[in-house]
């Protein structure tokens, strides 16, 4: 029996100094998008956050409309959005239409967030995360069955109302995390689990066997992969460096007082969750997590890194394509 593994790209657009205006970001991205769709590539991810001068996206749903008017059959989907912060209904309608519109190639993947200003501003408090999302995720799915919405919880009370309309091809409802109540909640609830960077794949995979729940995992993989990676670590150096850092210092690692900042891109290549491979080394180190996991469905790569040219991007994109993923696939076949 022929495995199928998808394989995807993964996009935040920011761009950090605005140093190319973001009409063309968004313009070329989606060239881009459309462009690797044509050389193999199989699925595209969005990611959310709010107010950050770099311009993290902070609406990927639109972002995945254009997207599907790009493409033909790539999967589209969210890893991931921050439910806490949302309005569950109208997060249901808005992934809804989006089914719709993309003839049920849309996933949405959700997550608890983290930043404090995000909290604020929107009005949650952080300590209410788990149960924002376990009711949010409810409501979700009574959202996209038709059915009247009844629900009576901490968070939210809504009685007597419907969503219309709802998508024929349902979404698959995917839940990340990395630590390990949020890892539990991503077995017993969702559709799938979001890995970041490896982390949490044991876990997933023991919590759904005891949930008694079918496994898939989405894997988020940090790979930087070129023919010559040393060479193209020294380029992006500068811009992984600002990934790390700019996470660790709104606490996705833990709390910023507690996890110090990379003092170099040396550092943060060797101690973050970057890969360095070349195309061998690659296709050994994908082909091993494949057969290690069986329940993945999905790995998805940084198709730019923040302030990385989408021109640069795409030189990495096309080995891995040419040079990556036929050979994967031959060897899980």
């Known amino acids: 029996m022929t495995r199928s593994v998808n394989f995807g790209l993964w996009y935040d657009f920011r761009n950090p ?14 060239d881009q ?6 050389i193999g590539f199989d699925s595209v991810w969005l990611t959310e956050h709010h107010f950050v001068q770099d311009g993290y996206c902070p609406s990927p749903l639109v972002v995945a409309a254009a997207i599907g008017e790009r493409t033909k059959s790539m999967r589209i989907g969210t890893n991931l959005m921050l439910l806490p912060l949302a309005d569950p209904i109208r997060l249901a309608e808005d992934a809804a239409a989006l089914s719709i519109l993309t003839g049920g190639r849309f996933d949405l993947g959700v997550g608890l967030g983290y930043r404090q200003l995000e909290f604020d501003y929107f009005g949650r408090k952080i300590s209410h995360r788990p149960s924002l999302m376990e009711e949010g ?13 009844s629900h009576q919880g901490k968070r939210f009370n809504i009685e007597g109302i419907s969503v219309s309309p ?47 729940r079918d ?16 060479k193209e670590a020294a380029e992006v150096g500068s811009n992984v460096l600002y990934q790390t850092n700019e996470y660790i210092s709104w606490g996705a690692f833990g709390p910023p007082s507690e996890t110090p900042l990379f003092e170099s891109s040396e550092a943060a290549i060797a101690g973050g969750l970057y890969e360095l491979m070349d195309g061998a080394g690659a296709v050994e180190a994908l082909t091993g997590l494949l057969l ?35 050979a994967v696939r031959k060897n899980i076949s």
């Open 17 to 30: 100094g605005h140093q190319v205006s973001f009409e063309k970001l968004y313009r070329d991205s989606l």
């Open 33 to 38: 998008i459309a462009w690797a769709e044509t």
């Open 137 to 149: 995720v409810a409501v979700i799915r009574q959202a996209w069955s038709g059915e009247t919405i």
């Open 166 to 212: 709802t998508p024929e091809s349902v979404p698959r409802l995917l839940m990340g995390g990395m630590a390990e109540p949020a890892i539990d909640r991503a077995a017993r609830l969702g559709d799938g689990f979001l890995s970041t960077g490896g982390i949490g794949l044991e876990e997933y995979t023991g919590a759904v066997k005891k949930a008694g």
């Open 215 to 230: 496994a898939a995992i989405f894997a988020g993989h940090w790979g930087i992969i070129a023919d010559d990676p040393e």
């Open 292 to 326: 290690g996991y069986p329940d993945i469905k999905d790995i998805h790569f940084w198709a730019q890194f923040p302030g990385e040219s989408v021109e640069h991007g795409s030189q990495r994109i096309e080995y891995i394509a040419n040079h990556v993923l036929p």
